[in-house]
């Protein structure tokens, strides 16, 4: 079992956090959503959060090439 910290809004419409021990994230957040709270984060303790915990980044070619594709894409009208 892993450690999730996590932030939930109850009834009243507080701001609660705390931890809890649990197999996944999903597990985690049914677990809160049944004792009735409202879930607005649950993140695993020891993990970067998000889109930083992906290991391959982006090179600036990369980028580069996407915005010269993003640019062509505006500049011939069609909508995104």
């Known amino acids: 079992m892993s450690k999730f ?22 597990e985690a957040t049914t677990s809160l959503r049944e004792k009735g ?3 607005y984060s649950v ?7 998000g889109f930083f915990r992906q290991r ?12 010269e594709i993003l640019l062509s894409i505006v500049r011939s009208g069609m909508p995104l």
């Open 43 to 49: 993140d695993e303790i020891g993990r970067m959060p």
């Open 5 to 26: 910290s996590y932030e939930v809004l109850d009834g009243e419409g507080k701001l609660l956090a705390g931890t809890i021990e649990s197999n996944s994230a999903v």
């Open 56 to 67: 391959n980044r982006l090179s600036e070619q990369d980028i580069y090439d996407f915005n």
């Open 37 to 39: 709270y409202s879930v």
